[in-house]
């Protein structure tokens, strides 16, 4: 069945350092991709989508390649702050179904 | 706009108890979905309305658990019995239709003891 791999967490960065968090899919057909964020004590909110291959998401400074051949989808961003602390999940939607299947989640912690 | 309503955002309960969550999606959204939170299981699919109408329950884990949604501004998540294994931040999500972005609320964290 479709799923979702992410780098485990948490992971540690000071300000103003590169961040890339890893996200690799199985999945028949051709899913849409997306980064999801929650932040504590609150709901998931949508960060960045890409529905088909080659496509870039981006959003706040972060982005997401939809790459194919290596069935990843890694978020980066170029210098995180401390407000970006939070839960990031990746996660797929195949082509034609309602079900999202999200990836387990990697917590960032950035401090000052 | 207003999001994704949901209430209580905290409960508290004793095992055997019934438990009752509730959840108002935005409005105009037509697909609507509950999710189990967990640090052992992740995000888990529970159950997915279309139109009022559930149409994957596959996600419900026993009988104990049960979802209604009688109008289009209101759905409901019940346990009963509930356990402590059913401890978990559990979230209501809608969308305009079931094949895009969902809109997450902010969860009810529950506690059973």
């Known amino acids: 069945g479709d799923s979702v791999t992410q780098m485990e967490g948490p992971v540690t960065l000071s300000e103003e350092a590169f961040l890339t968090i890893n996200c690799t899919y199985t999945?028949?057909?051709?899913?849409?991709l997306f980064w999801y964020v929650q932040y504590p004590g609150e709901g998931l909110q949508l960060l960045l989508k890409a529905t088909k291959a080659d496509d870039k998401g981006s959003n706040k400074g972060f982005e997401a390649t939809y790459r194919k051949e290596t069935t990843s989808f890694h978020l980066e961003k170029g210098s995180v702050q401390v407000s970006d602390s939070a839960v990031y999940f990746c996660?797929?939607?195949?082509?034609?179904?309602?079900?999202?299947?999200f990836g387990a989640g990697t917590r960032l912690f950035v401090k000052a | 706009d207003a999001g994704v309503i949901q209430s209580p955002r905290h409960e508290v309960t004793e095992m055997g108890q019934e438990v009752t969550l509730r959840c108002k999606p935005i409005s105009g959204h037509n697909s609507l979905f509950w999710y189990r939170q967990t640090m052992m299981r992740g995000l888990e699919l529970l159950i997915y309305?279309?139109?009022?109408?559930?149409?994957?329950d596959s996600g419900m884990p026993e009988d104990r658990f049960s979802a209604k949604m009688p109008n289009a501004s209101f759905s409901t998540l019940k346990i009963q019995p509930s356990e402590p294994r059913d401890s978990a931040v559990y979230f209501c999500?809608?969308?305009?239709?079931?094949?895009?972005?969902?809109?997450f609320g902010p969860g009810t964290r529950l506690t059973v003891l």
């Open positions: 999945a028949t057909g051709y899913p849409s």
């Open positions: 996660a797929l939607r195949n082509t034609g179904g309602f079900k999202t299947i």
């Open positions: 309305f279309n139109n009022n109408v559930p149409i994957d």
């Open positions: 999500a809608s969308s305009p239709t079931g094949y895009d972005t969902q809109y």
